[in-house]
C-alpha cells in the first residue's frame, strides 16, 4: 500500500538553526501539505502546496517557514531560525484529488533545545 | 506557565460497548468530513469520510453521523475492541482538500 514517508523521524536541533524536514508524498497524489501537532494538542494546519506553489497558508505560516518541491519527489518544510515553541510533531500529508482523504506521514518529531 | 498532560476530552468505555464520539464544526462551508485515528507516536490514520449530501455512512464496525442543521458530527464504533484506544479527531474541509482538525477525543478501551 503506498505511503506518505517522512526523514528524520525525529530532529534535535538548537534555538536559532535551520531545520529541514523531508517527505516523500504517494507518487500520483497532487495535493501537499504540513500540519504541527504541539504535544497534547488538535493538529493543527501550516500550508498547502499544489502545482508547484503554495495555495493556502495559515496564520502559524509566517516567514520563518518556506516549502519547496525541489525534485518532483520530495516536499520540505525549512523552519529558519527555530525557537522553543517550534517543538511539535510536524506531519506531511498529500491528496489525490479534491474531496479526497489526506494520507498522513509518521511525522517528525522536532526538539528545539 | 508551562502546560502538560492532554487538553483533550476523554471517553471510557468497557470492551464490546459501542462508543460514541461527537465532533462540532463553526463552519457552514465545509463539505467534505472525515475522521482520523491517531495513536502514540503515529500520524493520523484514516477511518471513514462523509460528504456534506449525507447524513450517515457505514463502515466496517464504525458509522459516521453528520447533521449539518446543528454543525455536528458523530463517530460510532460498534464492540469496541482495545485496539480502538487512540484519540479520535474528525476534519473538515470547505475546500476540498486543505482540512481544519478538531480538538480531538482519548478514547480508552477497558478489557
Known amino acids: 500500500e503506498p505511503e506518505v514517508t517522512q526523514t528524520p523521524s525525529h530532529q534535535v536541533t538548537q534555538m536559532g538553526q535551520e531545520v529541514i524536514l523531508r517527505c516523500v508524498p504517494i507518487?500520483?497524489?497532487?495535493?501537499f501539505y504540513w500540519y504541527r501537532q504541539i504535544l497534547g494538542q488538535k493538529v493543527e494546519f501550516l500550508v498547502s502546496?499544489?502545482?508547484?506553489?503554495?495555495?493556502?497558508k495559515s496564520e502559524i505560516f509566517d516567514d520563518q517557514f518556506s516549502v519547496e518541491r525541489p525534485d518532483g519527489s520530495n516536499f520540505t518544510l525549512k523552519i529558519r531560525s527555530t525557537k522553543l515553541e517550534d517543538s511539535a510533531m510536524y506531519f506531511c500529508?498529500?491528496?489525490?484529488?479534491?474531496?479526497?482523504?489526506?494520507?498522513f506521514g509518521q511525522g517528525t518529531r522536532l526538539t528545539v533545545v | 506557565g508551562e502546560s502538560v498532560g492532554l487538553h483533550l476530552p476523554t471517553l471510557s468505555v468497557q470492551e464490546g460497548d459501542n462508543s460514541i464520539i461527537n465532533c462540532a464544526y463553526s463552519n457552514s462551508a465545509s463539505d467534505y468530513f472525515i475522521w482520523y485515528k491517531q495513536e502514540s507516536g503515529k500520524g493520523p490514520q484514516f477511518i471513514i469520510d462523509i460528504r456534506s449530501n449525507m447524513d450517515k455512512r457505514q463502515g466496517q464496525r464504525v458509522t459516521v453521523l453528520l447533521n449539518k442543521t446543528v454543525k455536528h458530527l458523530s463517530l460510532q464504533i460498534a464492540a469496541t475492541q482495545p485496539g480502538d484506544s487512540a484519540v479520535y479527531f474528525c476534519a473538515g474541509s470547505n475546500t476540498g482538500n486543505q482540512f481544519y482538525f478538531g480538538t480531538g477525543t482519548s478514547l480508552t478501551v477497558i478489557p
Open positions: 500529508a498529500s491528496v489525490k484529488g479534491t474531496d479526497t482523504e489526506a494520507f
Open positions: 502546496f499544489y502545482n508547484n506553489e503554495i495555495s493556502e
Open positions: 507518487s500520483n497524489h497532487l495535493y
